[in-house]
Each structure stands twice: as structure tokens, then as C-alpha cells.
């Protein structure tokens, strides 16, 4: 059989749904009712309650303004009241968030810029998350894990290994060029819109977009991106590629996202050639770039980065059986950390015979 044939039959995970006309209409192939009405249960008291206290709960430093989680429980219902009445006229205005850049975990000298909202608008941004995540998380793919209630990182990494034991053993490691600062507004607005029809809503997503970002004295402008460290940005990056992964599920890759980091995993070289060409179309649509020098093909057998952990087969193991414990599960395996004599940790998944590690530095 020829490779192309080959790995063309080893596509299986194809939804039943199928295609719609354009790629935005992947946020709503049904074609389900809009929500015409939906700032009046944003600025509702009781909701704008319910976002101070996981806002609080989330703790963190205060924004441009200066103002803490203290100073804000101390005139609290002066504070939501103002929001609320704000929300109301339509007279709330974002200010810009704060930048901070922290080092990037296991990247020396790299950083990644957050942008930090001013308490205040943390809790709007949490108000409108309240409200929008259920209208949302009904649309997201099976394929994506990243903050959604009930998902996490280890079952993200079950799914990735199950797909490597049965055989999908050549990876597309890819990256994201600068994704949340090269967001598109129009577009990521155009996909909110196929859900929501309040104007009132929209405009206000628009105005946290917009809000621009002070640091080092100066204030920058913010024609794109979505900061990285506001509260509503996980729930916009996750309906801004939500098209790209239902229409590379469609195509039948086996796709495992969490936020801006995926993998696709395929059964030959030639299934992850084809995978990147259709990442590239499909995300060029939606206004996102692969990152040419950090997007790759790799053989598990030489291992790749994911979520933190080096995913790697090898012939042999690193850990004596007696230190590893491992408890498989259906669906995936659940792994179990032990120390070497080198200090290194690892994290192993699976059987015996199957020779495989996920490991990460120890701290």
C-alpha cells in the first residue's frame, strides 16, 4: 500500500458533524438561537458578587491604578455598585492593564508579557465570563483541554499517549507565532458574534481589546492580542481557535490542545506533512501564524516537549520498577513521579514493555 494511502487510512477521528459552509460557522453548526439579551444578566447584582469573590479567591496584584484586593473589599459595595450602574448606561471604560514580565518556566533568559487588569476590571471581565462560558463551552472540541472545568493537563497527556501506544508515533510539534499578541479583534469579535447578538456585550468585549497596556512610563496602544493575565482571555483564545480545531478533527487529525501549545500525532512523516499544510491554511484564516522556527516533525523515539514534560520511547527505562508506580486506566494511564540519582524526576505512563517516560526537571 503506498504511504499516502496509509496514512490516509489511519485517520479515525473524524466528529459525525458535518462541515459547515465557512469556518466561523463552527461556532454554531447548528445554526442554535443567539442570545439577543445578555448585559442585564452580566450587570446583575448577584452575579457581579459571585465575580468578586473568585477574583478575590484568585488573589494577585492590583493593576495601573495601584488599587489591592484590600482596598477594593473595603469600599466593596461602593465599588460594585459604581460597576454595576457603569455596566448599566453603558458608561464602563476598561483602563489599560499593567505589563509584567516574568520568566519563562525552563526557558532561561525568555520572558512572556502579561498584562495585568486593574482589580475593577477584573471583576467586569469575570461578570461577562459568567455569562459567557455557558453559552461557549457547548461548542468547544473534545480536542481542546485548556481551562475547561473538568480538564487538565494530565488528561491532555493521557490522550497524546493513548494516541503514541496505538501507533501515531510521529508528532507535529507545533508552536503559535506571538499568539495572544497577534490576536484579531474583527475576527475573534466576528465568532463571538455567531453566539451573542447584544450589541451592548460585543462592544464591551471590544473595549477590554482595546484597552491598551502601560509599562515603562508609556502607554501603548492594543490594535490586536488579547492580554496575556486577564481574566476573559482564556475563554476568547479558546472561541478564536475553536474553528481550527473542530476543522482539523474534521479532516481526521488527532489533535490535543491546551490554550496556544498543541501536537497533532500521526502514524508517518507524510500524515504530519499533510497536518502542518493544514494548520497553516486554516489558522491563516482565523489570523494566526505558525511559528516557523518552533513548529516541527519529530519521531516520538527522539521525544518532544508538551505542556512541560518531554515526551520520549526508549528502548530501555531509567527507572527502577521498584521506585515507579503506574495505574492505567481506560482512556489513559495516570503516572507517578520518582527521583533518580542524578536528582532528575520523571513521570512514566504505561505498561512495562512499552518503554516510554514523560519526565520533567525537578525544582
Given at each position: ?77 461602593e ?9 448599566k ?7 489599560p ?8 518556566m ?29 453559552i ?56 463571538v ?26 502607554l ?48 508517518s ?16 484564516q482565523?489570523?494566526?501564524?505558525l ?40 482512556g ?7 527521583r ?24
Amino acid at each position: 500500500m503506498p504511504e499516502r494511502a496509509r496514512w490516509i487510512s489511519s485517520v479515525s477521528e473524524k466528529p459525525v458533524h458535518p462541515r459547515p459552509r465557512r469556518l466561523v460557522d463552527w461556532i454554531n453548526p447548528a445554526g442554535a438561537k443567539k442570545v439577543h439579551s445578555l448585559i442585564d444578566k452580566v450587570y446583575k447584582r448577584k452575579n457581579l458578587e459571585m465575580a468578586w469573590e473568585r477574583v478575590k479567591a484568585n488573589r494577585g496584584s492590583g493593576g495601573v491604578d495601584g488599587q489591592t484586593l484590600k482596598d477594593f473589599a473595603e469600599q466593596l459595595d461602593e465599588n460594585l455598585g459604581r460597576l454595576q450602574s457603569e455596566l448599566k448606561e453603558g458608561l464602563y471604560q476598561p483602563r489599560p492593564v499593567r505589563q509584567v514580565q516574568i520568566p519563562k518556566m525552563g526557558k532561561p533568559g525568555e520572558y512572556r508579557g502579561l498584562g495585568i487588569p486593574t482589580i475593577y476590571d477584573r471583576v467586569c471581565q469575570q461578570a461577562l465570563l459568567n455569562r459567557m462560558q455557558p453559552i461557549f463551552e457547548p461548542v468547544f472540541d473534545e480536542a481542546n483541554y485548556g481551562y475547561r472545568r473538568g480538564r487538565s493537563t494530565k488528561d491532555a497527556l493521557r490522550k497524546v499517549w493513548k494516541e503514541i501506544d496505538s501507533g501515531s508515533g510521529w508528532i507535529v510539534d507545533a508552536d503559535l507565532k506571538d499568539f495572544f499578541g497577534s490576536v484579531d479583534h474583527e475576527k475573534l469579535l466576528t465568532l463571538v458574534a455567531q453566539r451573542i447578538a447584544d450589541g451592548r456585550v460585543l462592544c464591551l468585549i471590544e473595549a477590554m481589546l482595546k484597552a491598551g497596556s502601560y509599562g515603562k512610563g508609556q502607554l501603548f496602544p492594543t490594535e490586536r492580542g488579547t492580554p496575556q493575565g486577564g481574566v476573559a482571555s482564556p475563554l476568547l483564545s479558546n472561541i478564536l481557535l475553536t474553528p481550527f480545531d473542530r476543522e482539523m478533527r474534521h479532516k481526521g487529525y488527532q489533535l490535543t490542545r491546551y490554550a496556544d501549545d498543541w501536537v497533532v500525532t500521526c502514524k508517518s512523516a507524510a500524515e504530519t506533512r499533510a497536518a502542518i499544510d493544514a494548520a497553516a491554511r486554516i489558522l491563516k484564516q482565523l489570523g494566526v501564524e505558525l511559528h516557523p522556527q518552533k513548529t516541527r516533525i519529530v519521531h516520538v523515539r527522539y521525544g518532544f516537549e508538551f505542556l512541560g514534560y518531554m515526551i520520549k520511547r526508549g528502548k530501555r527505562f531509567y527507572l527502577p520498577a521498584a521506585k515507579i508506580r503506574s495505574q492505567v486506566r481506560s482512556g489513559g494511564c495516570t503516572p507517578t513521579l520518582a527521583r533518580n540519582r542524578s536528582g532528575v524526576s520523571r513521570m512514566r505512563c504505561g505498561s512495562a514493555r512499552s518503554g516510554a517516560y514523560l519526565w520533567q526537571p525537578s525544582s
